[in-house]
């Protein structure tokens, strides 16, 4: 198992914001040494003859070529239909 001490603990429960009892510092420290152990089994693999796994499904992105459609309203005739509009754009309220 990895070395992990309860000053580790403490330290990683304080970056997270966590107030942790003496108990939880236990716990966490031999699941964080659990944790750490197991990663440690995974680096003593060799991959080094094993080619990166980027996608696994087969799918990839299909991309459309973007084309103009005219659908025979123009954009003065679509902000007509606006309340309020400054620029050729809608205006509205602010959101925040």
Partial sequence: MADISIDDVKKVARLSGLQLSDA???????????????IDRLEAVD???????YQVTGLHNVMRD?????????QAELLQNAPDTDGGQIKVKRVL
């Fill in 24 to 38: 939880e510092l236990k716990k966490y420290k031999a699941q964080f040494a659990e944790i750490l152990g197991y």
């Fill in 47 to 53: 991959t080094k003859d094993i080619e990166p796994t």
């Fill in 66 to 74: 973007d084309e103009i459609i005219d659908y025979g309203v123009t």
